[in-house]
């Protein structure tokens, strides 16, 4: 629906997750009965989540208990895991700065080059400790760590950036060939971000194997304000998912789409698979785990920047296990635990046994959902409506 917003000029609306609700549906589901697994460029997984690719989330220890839980960990291959023979000191400088000096912190810590023979130990470390293996490089760098990894060493290779398109034009640097690296590393590769119908079409027929969607969403990422761009999630997932099946009719090939960022509580991921989403990427929820390396603390890939962070360190707390954050029991009553128990539980309720039949489900828009009746919760600070 288009809305004028001055003479001769109209927008597009868009929503996102606290923009709308999912419907109940007529039949409902014993939870144990519903089914979370899902295919990524041919990898099963036993939950559909991917891990962001930051440093306060994913490292080789916590990427062997995300890979056990049966999700998928992205190691940031520019990040500090490949900058430092060993990155605990200077996270753990990242963690204790002042917030005035954060920023500056981190811009200092990510001065330091990126080394080869990091990159190739970080991907033997994730291998030795069990956990499937999945890295991201940013395009500039794509080729190159390509190159480094060389074939049949990972599981999938992602690359992410702030925004990705399938013509990209540059001065300085060739536009990553996407089936070219998957040649390189004889494995799938997803590409990220986008959240358009026509960019996500694109991607798919350059030959990306799966496509992220989310730009800006992140609780630690402040590219919306500092950029003025981006699009709500739920919309994003929508107009993705319809770029996902109607090349799936053209190609014959179903590129699964990964909503990226923005979620927070486990009704935020129902909503992502109901609006088409075929798996979710979350970060922040993840840096609350006992084994995530951040401390307690997130911050955005760009936070670092040397000319423009766009993004922020944000303080989150240890909330409990990785396996509590995801699988429960929870110890909190705002929905930041257990979240794919809650997942479940949302299926269920709507009478959907798998992801795809989730994505049938009947979306309203309900803005009012979280705060009808709950005058008391917002009074009290509980609930999650602090």
């Not at 290779?157 to 040649?183: G, K, M």
């Not at 699009?231 to 014959?252: F, K, N, S």
């Amino acid at each position: 629906m288009e809305i004028a917003i001055g003479r001769g000029r109209k927008a597009r609306q868009a929503f996102g997750f606290d923009d709308v609700a999912l419907v109940p549906g007529t039949t409902t589901l014993d939870p144990e009965d519903v089914d979370l697994s899902c295919e990524i460029a041919g990898l099963h997984l036993d939950l559909p989540v991917l891990a962001s690719a930051m440093d306060a989330v994913v490292d080789p220890r916590s990427a062997a208990v995300l890979s056990q839980l049966g999700g998928l960990p992205v190691l940031h291959l520019e990040g500090l895991q490949c900058r430092y023979e060993d990155p605990d000191p200077v996270l753990g400088r990242i963690a204790s700065a002042s917030p005035e000096e954060a920023v500056t912190v981190m811009q200092e810590a990510y001065r330091e080059p990126l080394k080869d023979k990091l990159v190739e130990r970080r991907v033997a470390e994730l291998r030795d400790k069990g956990a499937k293996v999945a890295v991201s490089p940013t395009p500039i760098f794509a080729h190159r760590a390509a190159e480094i990894i060389g074939p049949g060493k990972i599981d999938v290779f992602v690359v992410e950036a702030t925004v990705i398109t399938a013509r990209h034009i540059s001065s300085r640097y060739e536009s990553p060939d996407f089936r070219r690296l998957a040649d390189m590393v004889q494995a799938p590769v997803l590409v990220g971000n986008c959240n358009s119908y026509q960019a996500a079409l694109d991607l798919m027929r350059a030959g990306a194997d799966g496509v992220l969607v989310g730009v800006g969403p992140g609780a630690a990422c402040t590219t919306r304000r500092v950029l003025g761009i981006g699009v709500p999630q739920i919309t994003a997932a929508a107009d993705c998912a319809a770029a996902r099946d109607d090349y799936e009719r053209e190609a014959g090939k179903r590129v699964p789409i990964i909503l990226n960022g923005g979620m927070r509580v486990g009704g935020d991921i129902a909503k992502a698979i109901a609006a088409g989403a075929d798996a979710v990427m979350i970060g922040s929820p993840l840096a609350t785990a006992e084994e995530a390396p951040g401390r307690g603390y997130n911050w955005g890939m760009s936070t670092g920047h040397a000319g423009l962070p766009r993004g922020t360190r944000i303080h989150l707390g240890i909330a409990g296990s990785m396996k509590e954050v995801l699988l429960g029991p929870a110890r909190r009553d705002d929905g930041t635990m257990n979240l794919f128990g809650a997942l479940r539980l949302s299926m269920a309720s709507c009478g959907a046994r798998s992801l795809s039949e989730m994505q049938q489900t009947e979306i309203i828009v309900a803005p009012a959902l979280t705060s009808e009746g709950k005058a008391v919760q917002r009074a009290q600070g509980v609930g999650g409506t602090r």
